[in-house]
């Protein structure tokens, strides 16, 4: 079984909908990220959070919520998603302050 | 400038060749250093770290880092087919995050 697992791995929606994307982990990491990837480009950060009562946005966190419902549970929300928000996003962990991150096997976002 | 930067390429080397990849940083207090290897549609996969000056090697990748000149590098000795991916390099910023370079796509011709 994979370390760090999304759900869902894709999705096709419209403009305007709601949206949550959910990642989980086995590997006992307090540290949990998310990421953006648009095709040609680095990995933008959007969230992280080093335990369950502590949210940090990131560079890119306009248009996107958080959730750390647990220590081995952090989700991803658009409000009202919109066309430009078409992107791969990957959750990671880590164990700690220059630690490598471990990522999931991202979900396809794609948005009409 | 960027915090983090790499040559995008594309990379082409032969098979059996070393392949060299380069990525220079601007925070002076960066302690950790990690290379990634991404196919295309897939997760970054983490293939290296270095947190001293000077080389570390692992199988055929040799790490490098030169924090006086802020560079990092990557050696891939007898390059494969299978090396054909994008490299990520990522560098600490202060103790929360990472921060990613934007790759370089590497080609090994056969």
């Known amino acids: 079984d994979a370390d760090v697992t999304q759900t869902p791995r894709n999705r096709i929606t419209k403009t305007g909908k709601r949206i949550m994307l959910e990642c989980s982990q086995t590997?006992?990491?307090?540290?949990m990220y998310w990421y953006r990837q648009d095709p040609g480009l680095g990995l933008q950060l959007i969230y992280y959070?080093?335990?369950?009562?502590?949210?940090n946005k990131g560079e890119i966190s306009d248009g996107y919520s958080v959730s750390r419902q647990a220590q081995a549970k952090f989700s991803l929300s658009l409000e009202s998603a919109i066309p430009n928000q078409t992107a791969l996003y990957f959750c990671?962990?880590?164990?700690?302050?220059?630690?490598?991150?471990?990522f999931g096997d991202g979900t396809r976002l794609s948005i009409l | 400038q960027k915090e983090v930067e790499q040559n995008s390429g594309p990379l082409s080397v032969p098979e059996g060749a070393i392949a060299s990849l380069n990525c220079t940083y601007s925070?002076?207090?960066?302690?950790?250093f990690f290379w990634y290897r991404q196919y295309s549609g897939k997760s970054p996969e983490l293939i290296m770290f270095?947190?001293?000056?000077g080389d570390k090697e692992d199988g055929r990748f040799t790490a490098q880092l030169n924090k006086a000149s802020q560079y990092v590098s990557l050696l891939i000795r007898d390059s494969q087919p299978s090396d054909s991916a994008t490299y990520l390099c990522?560098?600490?910023?202060?103790?929360?995050?990472?921060?990613f370079g934007q790759g370089t796509r590497l080609t090994i011709n056969p």
């Open positions: 270095i947190y001293s000056n």
């Open positions: 590997k006992g990491h307090d540290r």
């Open positions: 959070s080093f335990d369950v009562k502590d949210i």
């Open positions: 990522a560098v600490n910023q202060g103790a929360q995050k990472l921060v």
């Open positions: 990671a962990t880590s164990a700690g302050m220059g630690q490598p991150q471990h």
């Open positions: 925070d002076r207090g960066s302690q950790s």
